[in-house]
């Protein structure tokens, strides 16, 4: 398996991570039992960077990790997130709580979730603007000193929030979509990173899974899939991102890919501090996303990419418009 480096000075992770939430959560019908399977199946071929957060579910996706890594814990990088929030009453509804008191107790609940003495990178899921980074940031270098964190990450901060949260402890990622239809980072974010020796992982890489070209309409969906309600995935801006999709079918095609290898291959280009995290409950999309490892693109390739997906190319913002309030504070 290929390794990475999280940032200037931090630890070495497969190439390519797993995202666990769409196991349990937001894209439809799931089964445990094979998630659990797919997992064990991701650290036999090397890939020890597990993504999940107590928000998914809520919190059954870190107990289904939990299930999962047991008896194997020292072949894992364990990331897990805090900070939303979820109405036990109704889910749909969550709120970002990003003080002290709550980063502590929301620590101790996912370790016994996971059922683990540490975790390897614990993030700050989404900025809580009422509650200084100062003092959330403070609240989780405490975890590191009391040995229940290893390494500090955020998720969907802005340059100056990053900055801010480097002045009181090493953050060693930054967690953000990233895509051939986000390229939302390049404005400013990846500059950021760079400077202050940050590691950054890309969330959704495949435009969940938009970018496989295995989606062609919404009644591909299942009732209750989250991407339902997402402005891409909605009338005239699914047809427009749909040719976007013809495209990277046609470039794979001629590089000998599939369309999520390419994707794939493009973002672990950009950089060799960038890890994308794809998720998948398949174990063929699983093998399918590990290949993207041995697909080299020339320069001549990327300019080819660049000059068909422009940072505005896709079609509608990637989340409704209350969701992207809480995002690149």
Same mark, same amino acid.
């Not at 579910?57 to 990331?79: H, M």
């Not at 290898?261 to 501090?273: G, I, N, S, T, Y």
């Given at each position: 398996?290929?390794?990475?480096?999280?940032?200037?000075?931090?630890?070495?992770?497969?190439?390519?991570?797993?995202?666990?939430?769409?196991?349990?959560?937001?894209?439809?019908?799931?089964?445990?039992?094979?998630?659990?399977?797919?997992?064990?199946?991701?650290?036999?071929?090397?890939?020890?960077?597990?993504?999940?957060?107590?928000?998914?579910?809520?919190?059954?996706?870190?107990?289904?990790?939990?299930?999962?890594?047991?008896?194997?814990?020292?072949?894992?990088?364990?990331?897990?997130?805090?900070?939303?929030?979820?109405?036990?009453?109704?889910?749909?509804?969550?709120?970002?709580?990003?003080?002290?008191?709550?980063?502590?107790?929301?620590?101790?609940?996912?370790?016994?979730?996971?059922?683990?003495?540490?975790?390897?990178?614990?993030?700050?899921?989404?900025?809580?603007?009422?509650?200084?980074?100062?003092?959330?940031?403070?609240?989780?270098?405490?975890?590191?000193?009391?040995?229940?964190?290893?390494?500090?990450?955020?998720?969907?901060?802005?340059?100056?929030?990053? !900055?801010? #949260?480097? +002045?009181?402890?090493?953050?060693? *990622?930054?967690?953000?979509?990233?895509? $051939?239809?986000? /390229? =939302? &980072?390049?404005?400013?974010?990846?500059?950021?990173?760079?400077?202050?020796?940050?590691?950054?992982?890309?969330?959704?890489?495949?435009?969940?899974?938009?970018?496989?070209?295995?989606?062609?309409?919404?009644?591909?969906?299942?009732?209750?899939?989250?991407?339902?309600?997402?402005?891409?995935?909605?009338?005239?801006?699914?047809?427009?991102?749909?040719?976007?999709?013809?495209?990277?079918? !046609?470039? #794979?095609? +001629?590089?000998?890919?599939?369309? *999520?290898?390419?994707?794939?291959?493009? $973002?672990?280009? /950009? =950089? &060799?501090?960038?890890?994308?995290?794809?998720?998948?409950?398949?174990?063929?999309?699983?093998?399918?996303?590990?290949?993207?490892?041995?697909?080299?693109?020339?320069?001549?390739?990327?300019?080819?990419?660049?000059?068909?997906?422009?940072?505005?190319?896709?079609?509608?913002?990637?989340?409704?418009?209350?969701?992207?309030?809480?995002?690149?504070?």
């Amino acid at each position: 398996m290929q390794t990475r480096r999280l940032g200037r000075n931090g630890p070495e992770v497969s190439a390519l991570g797993l995202g666990c939430m769409g196991m349990s959560d937001f894209y439809g019908s799931h089964d445990d039992a094979v998630s659990e399977a797919l997992i064990r199946s991701a650290l036999d071929r090397g890939v020890n960077f597990l993504d999940t957060a107590d928000m998914y579910g809520p919190f059954t996706n870190e107990q289904l990790v939990g299930r999962a890594i047991k008896g194997r814990r020292a072949q894992v990088f364990l990331a897990t997130k805090f900070g939303i929030q979820r109405d036990p009453g109704d889910p749909t509804r969550r709120g970002i709580n990003g003080r002290p008191e709550y980063v502590r107790s929301a620590c101790d609940a996912s370790l016994k979730r996971l059922g683990v003495e540490h975790i390897d990178l614990y993030y700050q899921h989404r900025v809580d603007t009422g509650t200084p980074i100062e003092d959330t940031v403070g609240a989780m270098a405490d975890l590191v000193r009391a040995g229940k964190v290893r390494y500090l990450g955020l998720s969907e901060a802005g340059p100056e929030t990053l !900055a801010r #949260a480097c +002045a009181v402890h090493p953050i060693t *990622a930054l967690q953000t979509e990233y895509s $051939l239809w986000t /390229r =939302d &980072p390049e404005d400013g974010v990846l500059a950021a990173c760079a400077r202050l020796g940050v590691g950054f992982v890309a969330y959704s890489p495949l435009g969940r899974g938009f970018l496989t070209g295995a989606i062609r309409s919404v009644d591909d969906f299942e009732a209750d899939d989250y991407r339902r309600n997402s402005p891409r995935f909605q009338g005239e801006n699914f047809q427009k991102n749909l040719q976007l999709v013809e495209q990277i079918r !046609a470039l #794979a095609a +001629a590089k000998g890919c599939t369309p *999520a290898q390419l994707a794939l291959a493009w $973002l672990l280009a /950009r =950089d &060799p501090h960038i890890v994308p995290i794809p998720g998948t409950r398949r174990l063929a999309r699983l093998q399918e996303n590990l290949g993207a490892l041995d697909v080299v693109l020339d320069a001549a390739e990327l300019a080819r990419i660049d000059a068909l997906f422009p940072p505005d190319a896709a079609s509608g913002q990637r989340y409704p418009e209350a969701m992207m309030r809480s995002v690149r504070n």
